[in-house]
């Protein structure tokens, strides 16, 4: 009876732990098996195996119903057509200069120097890239249902917009199949988070595997990653948002940095942009001074598709993996990271795993070996909280930007930042 109670006790125990949590453990768990297992923990891979090929399956129709939602949802926002496009523009150009960013740190520092992740059979080769004037063409599908079976991310991409815009474009009579995206995206979604319940086992597979083959000092730059994300990160905000406040917005970036300690602080403990988003409103109507009209659009939309924070880490992460397994990139491999991510953005925010997700995506669109994934997964969560931060203050940024050219940003609530400000409502 006891052993009974106490064996589940330690399931509800499992249950009930986050996540994250599970996947530290088991990442953990794996690094330890594969030091005292050796070579032989290469019978615990197929774990991982299983792991990574249920993320493959998800990759295809998660981005293609994503997107199309994601461009759909715009819909209900006509009258306010020029904010939107502005909004748009804004949130993809700092996305764009966020994965930048990253892969010029990643460069710069090379987190995976010296790791020699290099198979001794040199089953690991880079792709051959191919010219960049065939990349830009090869990025209109001639067949989409061949670019959706064969997996060409790009393709999709483009794609999905379309289909998206002219969904749109249709009104009321496109307004059913945009019901079926949206169903699929939300089937999507729950099927995300089914398969990161088996984040801890493939992770623990892999990781065996990797300690076991590789060694213990292959985890030691992971120390290098997160400090070179988080270096990223803080240069973001720094340089690229108060730039942005200062030289577009021409008002005060230490005001925007003070308005937006509190919705950082909580998008960096709880790693959810959405589940900021009443913090993120409230800053930015009563500290910011930005208008309820500008904010409940801005703010929602940016939730969803501003990923600067995540394209951060995907640059960086990226380059780490390349880099331990000895993968040369080439200039136009370079551009087609910045591509996918910037136009992925669009459609995976608010996904369990979303960072995940993103950077298996960005690796099978470049060729890089999806076994990086299981390095990266165990301190995911750290990044996490960094990236979140980040795609918090870019929503902030690009409201006051927005709020500020369409004469709806109260400039004597985001002069007396840091002082009384009263809630207000513009008419």
């Known amino acids: 009876m006891i052993d009974a109670t106490m064996e589940q006790n330690r399931s509800g125990f499992w249950r009930n732990l986050a996540l994250w949590k599970k996947i530290l453990i088991g990442m953990a768990l794996g690094m330890l098996v594969g030091i005292v297992m050796g070579p032989d923990a290469e019978l615990l891979k197929p774990l991982g195996t299983l792991f990574v090929n249920a993320i493959k399956m998800l990759i295809v129709p998660l981005v293609f119903c994503s997107l199309v939602v994601g461009v759909t949802s715009m819909q209900d926002t006509r009258q306010l057509g020029r904010i939107g496009l502005k909004s748009?523009?804004?949130?993809?150009?700092?996305?764009?200069?966020?994965?930048?960013?990253?892969?010029?740190?990643?460069?710069?520092?090379?987190?995976?120097?010296?790791?020699?992740?290099?198979?001794?059979?040199?089953a690991i080769a880079a792709k051959e890239a191919p010219a960049m004037v065939q990349t830009l063409l090869d990025m209109i599908p001639k067949n989409p249902i061949s670019?959706?079976?064969?997996?060409?991310?790009?393709?999709?991409?483009?794609?999905?917009?379309?289909?998206?815009?002219?969904?749109?474009?249709?009104?009321?009579k496109g307004r059913p199949a945009v019901a079926m995206f949206e169903s699929l995206a939300e089937a999507m979604y729950k099927m995300t988070e089914?398969?990161?319940?088996?984040?801890?086992?493939?992770?623990?597979?892999?990781?065996?595997?990797?300690?076991?083959?590789?060694?213990?000092?292959i985890l030691l730059p992971l120390i290098k990653v997160i400090a070179v994300v988080y270096l990223c990160c803080v240069i973001h905000v720094l340089v690229v948002y108060t730039g942005m406040i200062s030289l577009i917005g021409r008002l005060n970036p230490v005001r925007?940095?003070?308005?937006?300690?509190?919705?950082?602080?909580?998008?960096?403990?709880?790693?959810?942009?959405?589940?900021?988003?009443?913090?993120?409103?409230?800053?930015?109507?009563?500290?910011?001074?930005?208008?309820?009209?500008?904010?409940?659009?801005?703010?929602?939309?940016?939730?969803?598709?501003?990923?600067d924070g995540t394209a951060l880490y995907q640059g960086v992460c990226a380059l780490f993996i390349a880099q331990a397994f000895g993968i040369d990139l080439e200039l136009s491999d370079y551009l087609l990271i910045i591509m996918t991510s910037t136009l992925a953005s669009i459609g995976t925010a608010g996904v369990p795993g979303a960072g995940l997700i993103m950077l298996s995506l960005v690796l099978t669109t470049v060729g890089l070996p999806m076994e990086?994934?299981?390095?990266?997964?165990?301190?995911?969560?750290?990044?996490?909280?960094?990236?979140?931060?980040?795609?918090?203050?870019?929503d902030l940024a690009v409201s006051v930007l927005v709020g500020k050219s369409e004469g709806e940003l109260d400039t004597t609530i985001y002069d007396r930042i840091g002082g009384s400000a009263k809630e207000t409502e513009f008419g």
């Open 88 to 122: 748009l523009v804004l949130y993809m150009a700092t996305t764009a200069v966020a994965i930048t960013i990253g892969l010029g740190m990643g460069s710069v520092f090379m987190p995976g120097e010296g790791v020699n992740m290099v198979a001794s059979d040199g």
């Open 147 to 172: 670019a959706l079976a064969a997996g060409n991310i790009l393709q999709i991409i483009v794609f999905a917009l379309g289909l998206g815009i002219a969904l749109n474009l249709c009104g009321d």
């Open 194 to 217: 089914l398969v990161m319940k088996l984040a801890p086992y493939g992770v623990f597979g892999l990781m065996a595997w990797v300690a076991g083959k590789y060694g213990i000092e």
């Open 256 to 307: 925007y940095l003070k308005g937006l300690v509190n919705p950082a602080a909580v998008a960096f403990t709880t790693t959810s942009s959405s589940g900021t988003l009443p913090a993120t409103i409230k800053a930015a109507q009563q500290e910011l001074g930005v208008s309820k009209g500008i904010s409940s659009f801005v703010l929602p939309l940016g939730a969803t598709i501003n990923m």
């Open 372 to 394: 990086g994934l299981a390095i990266v997964a165990g301190i995911d969560r750290i990044l996490d909280m960094a990236r979140t931060s980040v795609n918090v203050c870019g």
